[in-house]
């Protein structure tokens, strides 16, 4: 019995509380997330968009399927954690394309996460009302 050596790259991204772990593999350009098709994890055409831009750029949108976990954050740090992802899968895949992928942003880890609360604070940075007297 012969078995079939498929080659797949994982990769994760993360941005605020979201994390993506992504498995790319050769194939047509499906997408799952989560078990659910792209179409129906994202609700917005722009959050789509966003998620599929590695490949846009690439030109290999019909050449890769994505399966990909997420986990946390809000849907927005959600998509920008799986781009992250694809993107740094694609790297594994293909290093060539590192300047592409640099030159468009897609290889930085947005570093900026909510600020924590301080004490005697009602939030981060807003403060109590001043009372001179």
Request: with cysteine.
């Amino acid at each position: 019995m012969a078995t079939k050596t498929v080659e797949e790259f994982w990769a994760t991204g993360r941005r605020k509380e979201a994390s993506a772990r992504v498995c790319l593999r050769p194939g047509s350009g499906k997408v799952e997330v989560n078990g659910r098709p792209l179409d129906a994890y994202f609700a917005t055409d722009v959050l789509r968009n966003y998620v599929t831009q590695p490949f846009q750029i690439t030109g290999l949108a019909d050449k890769f399927d994505v399966v990909a976990n997420i986990a946390g954050g809000g849907s927005v740090g959600q998509t920008f954690a799986l781009r992250h992802s694809i993107a740094r899968a694609l790297l594994l895949a293909q290093p060539e394309l590192r300047p592409t992928l640099k030159a468009a942003g897609l290889l930085t880890r947005d570093a900026r996460v909510k600020e924590r609360k301080k004490y005697g604070q009602p939030g981060a940075r807003k403060r109590f009302q001043f009372s001179k007297r």
